[in-house]
């Protein structure tokens, strides 16, 4: 299943492999302070989020 990852300024990032989801964890949890990253389907990107992850730097 595809997802679009939302995380960055600059956009949203379709997620189709765990590696490309661990590559988008890597980058968010570098980023200092408390993040959000939203998950949500790639053919529907406007519905509810399917998973909201928090991420912080210094937790």
Do not use: F, Q
Request: aromatic share 6%; charged share 20%.
């Amino acid at each position: 299943m595809a997802v679009t990852a939302w995380y960055d300024v600059a956009g949203p990032a379709t997620v189709t492999t765990t590696a490309e989801l661990d590559a988008v964890l890597d980058t968010v949890a570098a980023w200092n302070g408390a993040n959000l990253i939203e998950l949500s389907d790639v053919d529907n990107p406007w519905r509810t989020p399917m998973m909201n992850v928090g991420l912080d730097a210094e937790e």
